[in-house]
Structure formats: structure tokens, C-alpha cells
Nanobody, 114 residues
Framework: QVHLVESGGGLVQPGGSLKLSCAAS????????MSWYRQAPGKERELVAF????????NYADSVKGRFTISRDNAKNTVYLQMNSLKPEDTAVYYC???????WGQGTQVTVSS
């Protein structure tokens, strides 16, 4: 059974940092491209960052380029999202997604507020 479990969300002040983790199980993680999405209240879910499987090539939404970094540790079956210089508009539920079989995690809330 496939599981994707996000963690690391919380409340942070503008300009602060958070690191999200997504622990995967139930599939061959190293063969899966992975991504992070987010959904703010009243808005559609949007792609934030993407990382390929073997080569680890990354891509980012324009709104987070230079502030967020996606990475993966295939030995730990985990994908990460380092978020720096956070802004109130980054507030959303963040989801990880496996593109191998198209699985989603349950999401973790990130709130950026003073």
C-alpha cells in the first residue's frame, strides 16, 4: 500500500523558513519523479516544485524561484521542500505527489503570518 506522509508545516513569520518532508513507502521511490503542490483557501491547487527521479533535475513555479529548494534522499525514500524568505502569500496546504502511479499525501498546513 502506498503512503506519502508530509510533515514540517506550521506557523512562521514573514521572512522565516520551514523545511517540509514527505516520507514515501509502498512503491519504488527512486524511480518516481516527485513534486510539491500547494492549495490556498479559495484557490486551485498549483505546482510548486518538481524533481526528476534518477538525475534529480528540478523545476519551480516562478513565484517560488530563488526561495524554495526541492531535494530528495533516495536512501531515505524522502523528498524535501526547503522554504526560505516566506511570504504571507505562501500560506497554503502543501502536498507531495508521486508521479509514479499518481499518489498524493494528505497535506501539511503552512501559515505565514506575523
Amino acid at each position: 500500500q502506498v503512503h506519502l506522509v508530509e510533515s514540517g508545516g506550521g506557523l512562521v513569520q514573514p521572512g522565516g523558513s520551514l523545511k517540509l518532508s514527505c516520507a514515501a513507502s509502498g512503491f519504488t521511490f527512486r524511480s518516481a519523479a516527485m513534486s510539491w503542490y500547494r492549495q490556498a483557501p479559495g484557490k486551485e491547487r498549483e505546482l510548486v516544485a518538481f524533481i526528476t527521479n534518477h538525475s534529480g533535475v528540478t523545476n519551480y513555479a516562478d513565484s517560488v524561484k530563488g526561495r524554495f529548494t526541492i531535494s530528495r534522499d533516495n536512501a531515505k525514500n524522502t523528498v524535501y521542500l526547503q522554504m526560505n524568505s516566506l511570504k504571507p502569500e505562501d500560506t497554503a496546504v502543501y502536498y507531495c505527489r508521486s508521479h509514479l502511479g499518481d499518489y498524493w499525501g494528505q497535506g501539511t498546513q503552512v501559515t505565514v503570518s506575523s
